[in-house]
């Protein structure tokens, strides 16, 4: 065999045993890293400091090398200078990541905002137009014109024809003293007549004695205003005391709603403040009227006080008892900050706005906000005009700022043990 036929076998046994040394060396640093602690391996970074790295499974954790986290199955990431240098509550965040967070800015701007509250409410019958028919006399009905409660009736119209012996004495005497001319029967018949008012005898029917000159053995009683008889307190041929209650009569010219508002939204509610109000009896109409008072009666279990509304129901077509919708404007205030309402985080502890910085930075600040209307929500005290805020994704940045908080506070040290074996020296 010759000794061109030997070397070809020799030169292809090293080429094979190079081609092993080579991966098996890519096969041990792929997994390790660099050696440096001080150089990351992405050459875009090799400027930039590394102070310690940490398992952000277990941040309070810190180590001086890279390597494998002994609590989770991942390596350990650096946490570089200029990131720290931000502060406890600050996060910085790269362009490209920004965009996959999806992460979106808004504006602090100046505004006057005049927010409307929309509620709901009951219809109640407005108690200023109440009237009630009531006996001053003893007596009993001899005849009832209206006989059954919540029936409508009109100004002047017959209620009931009554007895009464006390009227009838009276009258009879008023009678007597109508054709008289001297002073002193004069001044009996006023005395009398005056009389028979204070006994409750309705005008109508003494002026009826005057133009007649007889009295009548019944009187007719008739409605004081036009409503609803809402309560019947007598009965046809019953007998009444005096003081009873004949007839409670609502009127429906107007009417009340009583609508629930939020504690929060009392300050916003002037007196006299108008309101539109609809009814799911009438779609499509509204009915006007303004705010008459704020009743000092607080909710326990809803936190709300009822708003008092006084409505124009001249037709009567609201009812007491409907539900309604109510729209109130309220009071206009002085221009002042606003931000997008979905920038405002509220913890139910604090509201925080995530505020962004020119270099990529972002900081969690704390907020008072104000009223809220539509999509804008007012900034009394934290944010200045012309600052960017985050409107989306700030979820996730404000997750991270209170964790960074934590950490800092915490102080943990640095680690110096072996990443790999989660061995530490103190």
Request: hydrophobic share 45%.
């Amino acid at each position: 065999m010759s000794a061109s036929r030997l070397s070809q076998p020799v030169r292809w046994g090293a080429l094979a045993a190079a081609l092993l040394g080579i991966g098996a060396a890519v096969g041990y640093w792929l997994p390790h890293g660099l050696p440096d602690a001080e150089s990351p391996a992405g050459s875009g970074d090799r400027a930039r400091t590394v102070l310690y790295w940490h398992d952000p499974m277990v941040p309070n954790s810190r180590f001086d090398r890279p390597g494998k986290s002994p609590y989770m199955d991942m390596q350990l990431v650096p946490v570089y200078a200029d990131e720290a240098a931000g502060g406890a509550g600050s996060v910085r965040v790269a362009g490209t990541v920004g965009q996959a967070l999806g992460i979106r800015l808004g504006k602090v701007e100046k505004a006057t905002l005049a927010p409307s509250i929309t509620t709901t409410g009951s219809v109640a019958f407005d108690d200023r137009l109440l009237e009630l028919v009531q006996a001053r006399v003893d007596g009993y009905v001899t005849r009832l014109h209206v006989k059954a409660p919540f029936e409508h009736v009109r100004l002047g119209q017959a209620l009931a024809e009554i007895q009464a012996p006390m009227w009838l004495e009276a009258g009879q005497e008023y009678l007597a003293l109508l054709d008289a001319t001297s002073t002193r029967g004069l001044a009996l018949r006023a005395a009398v007549r005056e009389r028979l008012r204070i006994l409750g005898m309705p005008e109508a029917a003494i002026r009826q004695i005057e133009s007649q000159r007889k009295v009548n053995a019944s009187t007719q009683v008739v409605a004081p205003i036009s409503g609803v008889v809402s309560e019947l307190g007598v009965r046809e041929g019953a007998a009444f005391p005096a003081g009873a209650l004949l007839f409670r009569i609502n009127g429906l010219a107007k009417v009340w709603v009583n609508a629930q508002i939020a504690e929060s939204q009392v300050s916003l509610v002037p007196q006299d403040a108008t309101v539109l109000v609809r009814a799911m009896a009438w779609p499509g109409r509204e009915f006007k009227g303004r705010v008459v008072g704020l009743l000092p009666d607080v909710d326990v279990q809803t936190r709300t006080l009822t708003a008092r509304l006084q409505i124009d129901n001249a037709d009567g077509a609201l009812a007491p008892g409907m539900f309604v919708s109510v729209s109130l404007s309220t009071k206009k205030a002085a221009p002042q900050l606003v931000v997008p309402s979905e920038a405002v985080i509220m913890t139910g502890e604090r509201s925080v706005v995530v505020r962004a910085g020119p270099d990529g930075s972002f900081e969690v600040v704390n907020v008072s906000v104000g009223p809220e209307q539509g999509d804008r929500t007012a900034i009394f005290s934290g944010l200045s005009e012309g600052d960017s805020v985050v409107v989306s994704g700030q979820f996730l940045i404000d997750s991270e700022a209170s964790l960074k908080s934590t950490i800092g506070r915490l102080g943990g040290k640095v680690s110096s043990g072996d990443a790999g074996t989660g061995e530490s020296r103190p």
